[in-house]
């Protein structure tokens, strides 16, 4: 529970992975919300300097719990980490008391089910029986009940890919993102039991007032942050008459401003936000409809 100098202060706390796959990405995030912190000589509280924001570096496995405990409002971790530990907790009787209220765009990868190199795989009923190895053994269960198949669940705390090889496990449930290790291990995927992703994950005990306004606007810097993702700005000369051809070409734009041109009769210029990357063939249609001057610039910030 929180302390009431803590609480006093009214600052928001948000739980990061300190090292780790999430960590670069989960910093950037905040550092666009326009956060910059100092960080402290444990190096495990960040303080923020110009928010009332203070991050707080743990292990990823830590991160639902401190949010359960109500320690931080806030969580930056991977969907994987918290399936399990939801399951976790509600396999031990007690409610997870932590939501996920944003999917965000990193730490992609997907918990699989693989099989070494000759294992006859024909969907979820060759799994009976078998011993698998994983880290997530409450995920894998909810997925072989969901299935009606019995096997025996082999929890470790790492380097699962290995243990069929040692004979510890006939296969394996594991997150995948490239499959070069499933592939360096003569292993190959048969299912994916989830898609995971970095979430943000937040207390549902409601946020004090005081803090409330700041926890709403992070919110919605996070969702501009995310939302220019992959965005671009584009600015271009053209025959007004070539408007809806532009219009067909310029992927998930909205609404191009249209300004006429001083003295080049119907030649206007058009700028657009375009909600996916504009590749070259793009820039090349574009010129074949009439378009001239054409500039394609990255988005930093939008607030919609
Ligand atoms: O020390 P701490 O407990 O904080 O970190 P950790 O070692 O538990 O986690 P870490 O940093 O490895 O991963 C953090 C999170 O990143 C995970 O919980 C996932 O949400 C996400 N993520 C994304 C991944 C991967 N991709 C990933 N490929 N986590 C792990 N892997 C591992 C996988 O376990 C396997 O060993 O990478 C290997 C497979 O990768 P490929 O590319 O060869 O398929
Ligand atoms: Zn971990």
Not at 66 to 93: H, I, M, P, S, T
Not at 198 to 206: C, F, W, Y
Not at 257 to 283: K, M, Q, S
Request: proline share 5%.
């Amino acid at each position: 529970m929180r302390d009431v100098a803590n609480a006093a202060e009214a600052r928001l706390r948000i739980a990061l992975q300190k090292s780790g796959r999430l960590t670069d990405a989960s910093l950037e995030l905040l550092s666009r919300c326009g956060l910059k912190v100092s960080r402290g000589k444990d190096q495990l509280m960040c303080y923020g300097e110009n928010m009332p924001l203070d991050v707080l570096l743990v292990r990823d496995d830590d991160i639902p719990d401190l949010v359960q405990e109500d320690v931080c409002d806030l969580g930056l971790v991977g969907l994987n980490v918290v399936e399990e530990k939801r399951l976790a907790f509600e396999a031990a009787g007690q409610p997870a008391l932590f939501e996920v209220v944003r999917r965000l765009d990193f730490g992609r990868c997907r918990l699989c089910i693989a099989v070494p190199d000759g294992f006859e795989y024909r969907g979820a009923a060759s799994l009976a029986g078998r011993r698998i190895a994983t880290t997530y053994p409450h995920v894998l269960r909810r997925y072989l009940e969901e299935r009606g198949v019995e096997a025996q669940i082999v929890v470790l705390s790492g380097s699962v890919e290995i243990a069929p090889r040692l004979g510890r496990a006939d296969l394996i449930c594991d997150l995948v993102s490239t499959g070069s290790t499933l592939a360096a291990n003569h292993l190959r995927l048969a299912d994916v039991v989830l898609e995971s992703q970095a979430v943000l994950i937040r207390t549902p005990v409601p946020i004090p007032e005081d803090k409330q306004d700041w926890a709403r606007r992070l919110l919605m810097r996070i969702d501009g942050v995310e939302e220019v993702k992959g965005s671009k700005y584009i600015m271009l000369h053209a025959p007004r008459a070539a408007l809806p051809a532009i219009a067909r070409l310029l992927p998930g734009s909205e609404a191009p401003t249209v300004i006429p041109l001083e003295g080049l009769g119907d030649r206007v210029a058009v700028h657009a936000v375009c909600r996916e990357n504009v590749f070259w063939e793009t820039l090349e249609q574009l010129k074949g409809v009439g378009a001239s001057s054409v500039l394609v610039l990255p988005v930093e910030k939008m607030l919609a």
